[in-house]
């Protein structure tokens, strides 16, 4: 199958990388091409640029600010900003909660929530893991009693991701204990401010503090905070889950890192040599790159599907498959830029700390590579793990 673009989509593609060009921050654009993840700041700014183009909500519906655009456009316009870098809106904003509250939500909650998610003026973080519900979702316990018209939740979610950020957290909870464990779980919307929310935060392996801890004791949620019908919170979590995995393809990411990778490997010398002269390097490299050529195919195959399915309310079960290649491919190449690195994937820190020579003979390219491959180990794992995800394509596509 060869991939062809219409005139018009080259030149919407050659539109996005002008905009790239002239608004995205310089030192956002060094920073990210480090490997390192955009501060809030970052965020917040470049999504605002956005927004005032009308670019902000590239998935949303033109009556709730989106774009309009093609599936193609959409595409393109994703892949262009993981390739440059440039941050992409915030997911759990535009990819997550946002569509959940136009699926299922009330006309009050888009007015009010809809056009602050876009702009970022609300940053939103995903109450769903649990201590014992990881993977398995469904198995929380986090407990919402309605008491005189208000909602009071009771419990624990682990592995927020940017909670420390977060003014808003949309929340998955059990209201009816007795029923099966999908079909008595309700979906919340709860302002961070809220009395009774406590953050910690959880240091990662690479000494990062991305994810954190969130506690709940008796904290009062109003009732028009609840999205969609008590106990039907379950369809929002999968119809949320299906666009989270959708995003975790991330083409445009690895082909600009698979870019980094053959510019390293030709100016890095292994025993005298470049590292791209090493036919087992080479080849680890070449299978990296059918592999993201497939997994390109298979995004597209599922966009072409997206016409089909728009009204079911229904996730394409296929964003499973992206979800899995998708991570495999991020944690692949992350392991030859280590291999490329080597002992100077570990330098990191403050450079110009007493008594540190290692950044005097380091690359620039190698900083923090080793706490990046570290970090990444995450992504075979959120957003429903590998495991999972294969259950669910087997039941899916094979009927097992």
């Given at each position: 199958m060869e991939l062809r673009f219409t005139e018009a989509e080259l030149n919407f593609r050659q539109e996005v990388r002008?905009?790239?060009a002239a608004e995205c921050p310089p030192e956002t654009r060094a920073h990210m091409i480090a490997g390192k993840s955009p501060t809030k700041a970052m965020v917040v700014e470049w999504q605002r640029k956005l927004n005032a183009r009308g670019w902000a909500a590239p998935e949303w519906p033109v009556e709730h600010g989106g774009p309009g655009w093609t599936p193609a456009q959409k595409y393109i316009f994703r892949e262009e900003l993981q390739m440059w870098p440039a941050p992409s809106p915030l997911g759990f904003n535009i990819n997550m909660c946002g569509p959940v509250i136009i699926e299922f939500g009330t006309e009050e909650?888009?007015?009010?929530?809809?056009?602050?998610?876009?702009?970022?003026d609300d940053w939103w973080c995903q109450g769903f893991s649990e201590p014992g519900a990881g993977s398995d979702l469904a198995g929380l316990k986090t407990r919402a009693v309605l008491e005189n018209g208000e909602w009071v939740i009771n419990g624990q979610k682990t592995w927020t991701t940017l909670a420390q950020h977060a003014d808003w957290i949309f929340v998955l909870a059990r209201t009816d204990p007795a029923a099966k464990k999908q079909e008595g779980i309700s979906f919340f919307l709860v302002d961070m401010k809220t009395p009774g929310i406590t953050v910690r935060p959880i240091i990662t392996i690479e000494g990062g503090h991305e994810v954190n801890e969130v506690f709940f004791d008796d904290v009062r949620v109003p009732a028009d905070q609840l999205v969609g019908e008590v106990n039907k919170g379950w369809d929002c979590a999968k119809f949320l889950l299906g666009n989270e995995r959708f995003g975790q393809a991330r083409v445009g990411a690895s082909r600009e890192r698979i870019r980094r990778l053959k510019m390293i490997a030709k100016e890095t010398l292994d025993g005298g040599r470049p590292l791209i002269e090493d036919p087992e390097f080479r080849r680890q490299m070449t299978e990296m790159e059918i592999e993201l050529k497939a997994l390109e195919m298979t995004v597209m195959r599922v966009i072409a599907n997206e016409t089909k399915r728009a009204g079911t309310g229904k996730p394409d079960p296929a964003t499973s498959v992206l979800k899995i290649k998708g991570t495999e491919i991020q944690q692949g190449v992350s392991e030859l830029l280590m291999k490329a690195a080597g002992p100077y994937a570990w330098v990191d820190g403050d450079p110009d700390a007493e008594g540190s020579?290692?950044?005097?003979?380091?690359?620039?390219?190698?900083?923090?590579?080793?706490?990046?491959?570290?970090?990444?180990?995450?992504?075979?794992?959120?957003?429903?793990?590998?495991?999972?995800?294969?259950?669910?394509m087997a039941k899916a596509f094979l009927g097992l």
């Open positions: 002008d905009f790239l909650q888009k007015k009010r929530f809809l056009p602050r998610m876009r702009n970022l020579n290692d950044w005097d003979v380091a690359p620039d390219w190698a900083f923090g590579l080793a706490g990046i491959y570290f970090n990444w180990r995450k992504q075979s794992i959120y957003g429903g793990s590998n495991e999972i995800q294969r259950n669910i």
